[in-house]
Structure formats: structure tokens, C-alpha cells
């Protein structure tokens, strides 16, 4: 993760390292280097004080923010956003954006209650996704969906009790259009409100016992469904 942040001008601000990181990470002080940021070798202590793990790594970064606002996200018209409402979990939030960003998804939106992306567990699972997707967060979930459709996206939301079933949504060529994929909490999934707002409810078919998809795998099933329908050819 501190090599994908490095990469990305301007957001990184310094670095700090075990004395064993500093010489095996050769790469990592030539990128910060480049881009004009301080690398600070520190004992193990100091090290373990600034994370919030049992085990830290032993190179961390420190970060400026990176959420922006949601026309800046959807100024590049994406063909794919994510919008995830009252999303709690952080290992949910983080592996839905490391999943938005591994099918091509042009931004996730957290909206509502939603888990602040900073969250240290949510950064993590992102695995370095976080510095490679739009991230907008702290946005009430109707006005997204009211901004979405009056941008011309449809809106799909993903829940097991949906009318229309992933693979008749796949054959119909419907996901070939400018979509917004909308997932809810863990717990209680998404309200009749927020399905009532969208272009359709989705489920994805549950072929063995299972009773039904954690959301964030749920996430990537419907994400590859829109990359396959968008990919040329």
C-alpha cells in the first residue's frame, strides 16, 4: 500500500521505517525520494506506536485525505460507479473498493452511515485500491441516486430478495449502459426506500445451499457482470 500511495503525486507527506525496511526497501525510498518526501528511520517502538495492528508492517506512510466530491467523481462520465448505502463493515468497504477497482469501476461513493474510508481496517482490505479509485464518502444516499439518474446512469440495486435475476440481466444486454451498482448494509440489506429508487432490483442466483453472498462478494459478482457486458468485442 505505501507503494501504490507513492505513486500517486502529492499524497504521501513522509515516510517512517524499521532500520531493516530502510535498507530492504530499496524501491520505496527511491519513489519517495523522487517525489520530495521525507523517509524517517525509527526503532521498533516508535513503529508500533503508530499502527493499530498487533503485528504492524514495518514501512508506514503517512497520508493526505483523498475522498473528493461526487461530480468530481463522476466528471469523467465512468461507465461503471459503485454506491455502497450504510456499508458499516470496514473489511466490506475496503474489499468493495479493491474489487470496484479490479473490474474497472470508475469511483465508489460511501454514502449515508457508511464507514469513513480511513478507517485503518477499511485501508487494509482496500490493499492499495484505495489509491487507484475516485472515493467520495459523507453524502446523503438520495441525493446520490437523484445525482446519478440525472446524469443518465441507471441504477441496479444488488439485494436477494430482487425480481430480476443477475444472468437475465446479463443475456438482456442491459449492462452494457452507464450503471451505478447500489449495495447495502450487512445486516438489514437495503430499505424499500432506496429499492424503490432504483431502475431495477437485482439478485444474484444462488446455485448451491448457501442462503446468500457476503456484500462484498456479492460487489464483485455484479462488478465483473458490468466489466464483461462493457469489454469490447
Not at 448505502?85 to 460511501?110: H, Q
Not at 440481466?169 to 449492462?175: A, V
Not at 445451499?209 to 456479492?218: C, F, I, K, Q
Request: glycine fraction near 8%; hydrophobic fraction near 45%.
Amino acid at each position: 500500500m505505501v507503494r501504490e500511495a507513492l505513486r500517486r503525486t502529492g499524497t504521501v507527506t513522509e515516510v517512517f521505517a524499521t532500520g531493516d525496511a530502510t535498507v530492504g526497501y530499496r524501491d520505496l525510498r527511491e519513489l519517495a525520494a523522487e517525489s520530495g518526501v521525507v523517509w524517517y528511520t525509527v526503532d521498533d517502538e516508535t513503529i508500533a506506536s503508530l499502527s493499530q495492528t498487533v503485528t504492524p508492517q514495518v514501512v508506514i506512510a503517512v497520508c493526505r485525505f483523498l475522498d473528493v466530491a461526487l461530480d468530481q467523481v463522476l466528471a469523467p462520465a465512468p461507465s461503471v460507479v459503485v454506491v455502497g448505502a450504510d456499508v458499516r463493515d470496514p473489511g466490506n468497504a475496503g474489499t468493495m473498493i479493491r474489487s470496484a477497482d479490479a473490474a474497472g469501476a470508475g469511483g465508489v461513493i460511501l454514502a449515508g452511515s457508511s464507514v469513513d474510508p480511513y478507517n485503518a481496517k477499511c485501508v487494509r482490505a482496500s490493499a492499495g485500491s484505495l489509491f487507484h479509485v475516485p472515493i467520495c464518502h459523507g453524502v446523503e444516499v438520495v441525493a446520490v441516486l437523484t445525482r446519478l439518474a440525472e446524469r443518465g446512469y441507471q441504477t441496479l440495486a444488488a439485494d436477494a430478495r430482487g425480481d430480476v435475476d443477475l444472468d437475465q440481466l446479463i443475456d438482456s444486454g442491459r449492462l452494457a449502459r452507464p450503471t451505478a451498482w447500489l449495495f447495502g448494509n450487512e445486516a438489514w440489506g437495503l430499505p424499500d426506500s432506496l429499492q424503490s429508487l432504483s431502475d431495477a432490483v437485482v439478485r444474484v442466483p444462488i446455485y448451491g445451499r448457501a442462503e446468500s453472498l457476503n456484500v462484498a462478494t456479492a460487489a464483485a459478482v455484479c462488478l465483473y457482470a458490468s466489466a464483461r457486458a462493457l469489454r469490447p468485442g
